[in-house]
């Protein structure tokens, strides 16, 4: 099932969320997060959609859209993100969470969706281009995280042509 956030799922998400801060470099944040910090971040971004995708009662993932870039003429590109835990992959939950955040997205009139992906991710490079999304650059050792540069791809979908 795929839901808006409750306030008691936010543990939940802190911890699928903290895993990849932790454990991977495809999060760059270095210090775990609280689900009263994620929380704060969803009820601070009214406009910007988060879901949640539950299976048998457990939460199991969540997409989110954010700010992309602060200032006005850029308010109606976003940026997102897509998080599940490990054995949620590979089932589809994923797509079709980020499906509806996208399908959410079109309906709130923006015009794109930005998605930043350490590379290498083969599975996210593929869940991007089967949404369409399109590469729009690379930007080389963006990010340092675990004694390791890493790159980042720019993805983009557009919602109008």
């Known amino acids: 099932m795929i839901r ?3 306030d008691e799922d936010f543990a939940a998400l802190a ?4 895993h990849y801060i932790t454990s ?12 009263e910090a994620l929380r704060e971040q969803c009820l601070l971004g009214a406009r910007f959609p988060w879901l949640v995708a539950e299976a048998g009662g457990v939460v199991v993932g969540y997409a989110k859209a954010s700010v992309w870039r602060d200032r006005a ?6 940026e997102v993100g897509l998080y599940l835990d490990a054995g949620s992959r590979g ?3 994923g797509t079709a ?17 930005i998605a930043g992906i350490t590379l290498p991710n083969d599975p996210s490079l593929a869940l991007h281009r089967k949404l369409g999304f399109v590469s729009v650059g690379t930007v080389r050792e963006a990010g ?5 540069w890493h790159d980042i791809e720019f993805w983009q979908k557009r919602f109008t042509s």
Do not use: C, M
């Not at 003429?73 to 976003?78: E, G, K, L, S, V």
């Open 97 to 113: 969470l980020y499906a509806e955040l996208l399908a959410e997205l079109g309906r709130r009139d923006f015009r794109s969706a």
């Open 15 to 18: 911890e699928i969320t903290n």
């Open 91 to 93: 089932r589809g939950i």
């Open 144 to 148: 340092y995280k675990h004694g390791v």
């Open 4 to 6: 808006s956030p409750r």
């Open 24 to 35: 991977t470099a495809i999060h760059f944040g270095y210090d775990p997060v609280s689900g």
């Open 73 to 78: 003429a850029y308010q109606w590109t976003t």
